[in-house]
C-alpha cells in the first residue's frame, strides 16, 4: 500500500501503523502525532542555542517507539524531521538501541549528545 511515503500520506501510514490499546479516540493519535513537531522544536533549539533537553527528547522517543513500533517510528521520524537534526536524532536512536548498525551510516553522532547520554 505504500510503496513511498510522501506528504500526502504518511499521516494515513502513521495511522495504519499506530498501536495504542488505552486509545479511547482521536485526539490521543493526534497528540501523538504532535511529537514529532515537539522533537522538530527540540532539535532546532539545540542547533540554535546549544541548549537542549536530552530527557525530554528521549521520552517522546520512547513514546513513539511504543505506539507505532521502532521501525514504523523510526520511518516516521526521518521523514518528518529535517536531515540537518538527524546527527542528534541518530545518537539519540542508537542510545536506546532502536537503530541497527547499517541504518544511518552516512550521518555521524553528535557528539556533545553522546557524552550527555552517557552521563545519565
Known amino acids: ?11 494515513l501510514f502513521a495511522q495504519k501503523n499506530y498501536s495504542n490499546p488505552t486509545l479511547e479516540d482521536n485526539v490521543e493519535f493526534l497528540e501523538d502525532i504532535k511529537r514529532f ?5 527540540l532539535f532546532r533549539k539545540y542547533k ?11 521520552n517522546h522517543i520512547v513514546v513513539l517507539q511504543n505506539v507505532f513500533g521502532a521501525d514504523v ?5 526521518l521523514f518528518k ?10 545518537t539519540v536512536l542508537n542510545y536506546l538501541k532502536l537503530l541497527y ?18 552521563e545519565l
Do not use: C, P
Not at 517510528?73 to 521520524?77: M, R, S
Not at 548498525?101 to 552517557?118: A, N, P, Y
Open 1 to 11: 500500500m505504500f510503496e513511498e511515503i510522501t506528504r500526502d500520506n504518511w499521516l
Open 37 to 41: 513537531k515537539y522533537l522538530k522544536r
Open 48 to 58: 540554535t542555542t546549544g541548549d537542549v533537553k536530552i530527557r525530554l527528547i528521549i
Open 73 to 77: 517510528a523510526i520511518t516516521l521520524l
Open 81 to 90: 524531521i529535517d536531515r540537518e537534526y538527524w546527527s542528534v536524532m541518530k
Open 101 to 118: 548498525q547499517h541504518e544511518m551510516g552516512e550521518v555521524d553522532e553528535d557528539e556533545k549528545i553522546k557524552e550527555m547520554l552517557r
